[in-house]
Antibody, heavy 126, light 113 residues
């Protein structure tokens, strides 16, 4: 059974860099049927897609965050990572990693997310 | 971006009664080449990550009780719980995957009346 686990600092200072890692167990991150994503949820609020990566390294980012986000993959460690630069209090959120199913429909390749990690709370504060 | 708008924001239903949650997209998420709607539904219980319930607007994920069903096409979708159980108390989200960026509805909180 595939499981995902987020890890990283729970507190980041304003203007600094948020860095999280998602470790995948029970399956290979190199499975070509799937891609890997980051989604966040501010406390008490809804879900925001951050970005997605395919095992080969191809990425897609939310334009609202694109200038500050980098997602990378390490297939040797079965991990993928999120870097978010120049954070502010607005970046305080529960950060989830999740697996997505590749669908092939013309230019469309992303789909639903399942399963999700338990999430890790990142607070931006001095 | 495709904006997903759910209604109502919150809903209270008696045990055993039907619960209906609506989701409207700002543009069609129907891909005409395969006649599929690129829409999913999730359930999020307190302190837990979202759980996939339905994809392709109406395909139930394995293991999801059959009291959950999805319907609709184009821009208007519905998640129906045919007979509400206590364990269904949660926030429900719709998500489109037709066009990046992937976007979610704001969520509908479902409670017991």
């Amino acid at each position: 059974q595939l499981q995902l686990q987020e890890s990283g600092p729970g507190l980041v200072k304003p203007s600094e860099t948020l860095s999280l890692t998602c470790t995948v167990s029970g399956g290979s991150i190199s499975n070509s049927d799937y891609y890997w994503g980051w989604i966040r949820q501010p406390p008490g609020k809804g879900l925001e897609w951050i970005g997605t990566i395919y095992y080969s390294g191809g990425t897609d980012y939310n334009p609202s965050l694109k200038s500050r986000v980098t997602i990378s993959v390490d297939t040797s460690k079965n991990q993928f990572s999120l870097i978010l630069n120049s954070v502010t209090a607005a970046d305080t959120a529960l950060y989830y990693c999740a697996r997505g199913k590749v669908v092939v429909s013309g230019a469309i390749w992303q789909s639903w997310f399942d399963p999700w990690g338990q999430g890790t709370l990142v607070t931006v504060s001095s | 971006d495709i904006v997903m708008t759910q209604s109502p924001d919150s809903l209270a239903v008696s045990l055993g009664e039907r619960a209906t949650i609506n989701c409207k997209s700002s543009q069609s998420v129907l891909y005409r080449d395969n006649s599929l709607d690129y829409l999913a539904w999730y359930q999020q219980k307190p302190g837990q990550p979202p759980k996939l319930l339905i994809y392709w607007a109406s395909t139930r994920e394995s293991g999801v009780p059959d009291r959950f069903s999805g319907s609709g096409s184009g821009t208007d979708f519905t998640l129906t719980i045919s007979s509400l159980q206590a364990e269904d108390v949660a926030v429900y989200y719709c998500q489109q995957y037709y066009s990046p960026p992937i976007t979610f509805g704001q969520g509908t909180r479902l409670e017991i009346k």
